[in-house]
């Protein structure tokens, strides 16, 4: 286990605490069914969690926590539940900013926001500002985001780039296509609460090597104790990036 400092990042030595948790906050509306309450009920609740979260990650050392609160495909929803969803985000974001500011916490939302209400946009605006130079966990909302909108709004970039001749169709690898998107961080663990094995159109690219962590646990019920057992569960695991085993633990030595 000695150090050489000219030793690499060795695959498995990050796997103390995972750099980057993304989190696919699912469940808000069968919370509010089983409870015999309309699904915003649902919503308000999960603000709690939200909240949680981010003090558990803060207090853990998280890089960056990324949360997917409204997907490109959402706006598919009821009218009244769509507009509910906007009235909590403006709501939750005039409340929090103060304590996001006072936690050393910078904040920042992806995913196109053209389409949400101006105060909401405007309170975007102003917590992203207020945040800016703030140095601790790094914060991403993923809000009207899709992983094809992000690698699509990649290729625009690029495109204009190369329009602008700034770059060539040689200079286009996957670090440049990285350094285009909304999010530039690859993620090493992705939590899904609610049970659902899928992806929905969440972080596509930054997902690639990523470790997965399903919960059955609806989002208004998740907690400290489920975060945790999500870092058990990645600390568990060997990080190969396609090496094989062998290679992983000699590269450990
Ligand atoms: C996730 O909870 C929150 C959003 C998509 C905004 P859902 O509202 O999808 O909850 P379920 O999946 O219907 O239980
Ligand atoms: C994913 O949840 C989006 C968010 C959590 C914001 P959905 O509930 O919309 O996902 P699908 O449609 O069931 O896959
Ligand atoms: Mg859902």
Known sequence: MSGNL???IRPGDEARVPGHVAIIMDGNGRWARQRGQIRLAGHRAGVKSVRRAIEF???????QLT???FSSE??????????????????ALSNETKHL???NIRFRVVGDISRFPE?????????????AGNTGLRLVIAANYGGRWDIASAARILVR????????EDDVSEDLVTASLAVTDDVDLL?????ERRISNFLLWQLAYSEIYISDVLWPDFDSKVFQTALDYYRGRERRFGRTSEQVQERRL
């Open 67 to 69: 949360l997917f609160a």
């Open 74 to 91: 959402n706006w598919k929803r009821p009218e009244t539940e769509v507009s509910g969803l906007m009235e909590l985000f403006s709501w």
């Open 191 to 195: 939590i899904r609460t609610g049970g």
């Open 119 to 131: 105060n909401v946009r405007s309170a975007i605006a102003e917590a992203e500002k207020a945040t």
């Open 161 to 168: 780039r190369a329009r602008a001749g700034e770059i060539s």
């Open 101 to 103: 500011a006072e936690n």
């Open 57 to 63: 990650a803060g207090r853990h050392g998280i890089g």
């Open 6 to 8: 000219n030793t690499p």
